[in-house]
């Protein structure tokens, strides 16, 4: 007499394996990166250091606040889309160490696996806001007080664009090059997006061109609480379809490369 053996049944984990278990250690796996700590938490503080605290910039007036305030802004701006671009390109770097076909055997389920990614970028990225402003606030940077946090907010949560941003490239470029590649992209995008240099500088066809670019978007909904300035519903529609432009480019992206396994 023959005896069946049950197929043994796994237990899928709840959420799909998203955990916080799971973004503490992608968390801590990020932060033991030097190069990615310096870019994305101390470079934004030293350009407003560099650009945003002479004396015409602490004087000269910009909506509530002064000129340093405005600048600050936009290096927190900046330093958002660093470390959220920099969160989610991780994911070459994992590619090309097999960690992504391991975590591919397990329970983890593949949205799991890109939320924990996005929600790690958005935490990196807040903490590199956090940092600039509490450089600003003691350099000279003025805003009224519910731009300090309306700014904030908005400089981090209009980020998430970078944060799919970093996961398209992240798929689509080699790991040995991902960031030496993206940090230029990024500078050269905040120039021509406004960031860096106001649109009304960069003259009439610069100035078209800027508002097609990923980054427009992003630094006027993060200043209006201070300008009261621009147009918000073209900022927002600048956000809005980049963000589904990367999200797109990045599940398009990640299905081929689990179609490889």
Not at 60 to 70: I, K, L, S
Not at 183 to 196: K, Q, Y
Not at 226 to 234: E, Q
Request: contains cysteine.
């Amino acid at each position: 007499m023959t005896t069946q053996t049950m197929p043994v049944t796994r237990n899928l984990p709840r959420f799909g394996g998203f955990t916080l278990g799971m973004i503490r250690l992608e968390l801590r796996r990020l932060m033991r990166n030097r190069r990615t700590v310096i870019f994305t938490l101390v470079m934004p503080a030293v350009f407003f250091l560099l650009f945003g605290t002479n004396a015409s910039s602490r004087s000269e007036r910009v909506g509530g606040g002064n000129v340093a305030g405005y600048i600050l802004v936009s290096m927190a701006v900046y330093g958002a889309m660093l470390a959220t671009t920099s969160g989610g390109a991780m994911v070459s770097i994992e590619r090309a160490a097999g960690w992504s076909r391991q975590l591919r055997l397990t329970p983890l389920r593949p949205v799991a696996y890109i939320a924990v990614k996005l929600v790690v970028a958005m935490t990196i990225g807040a903490v590199s806001v956090v940092v600039a402003f509490a450089v600003g606030a003691v350099a000279g940077a003025e805003l009224p007080v519910h731009a300090w946090i309306e700014c904030g907010l908005l400089a981090w949560v209009c980020a998430l664009v970078f944060a799919a941003f970093g996961l398209f490239m992240g798929y689509l470029l080699p790991s040995e090059n991902v960031m030496q590649i993206l940090g230029p992209v990024l500078a050269v995008l905040s120039f021509a997006g406004g960031l860096f240099v106001p649109v009304d500088q960069l003259g009439h066809t610069f100035a078209t061109i800027a508002k097609f670019t990923p980054v427009y978007g992003v630094g006027e909904i993060a200043r209006h609480p201070l300008t009261h300035d621009g147009n918000l519903w073209l900022a927002a529609l600048n956000v809005v379809v980049w963000t589904a432009v990367f999200a797109g480019g990045a599940m398009w992206r990640f299905r081929r490369d689990t179609a490889r396994v």
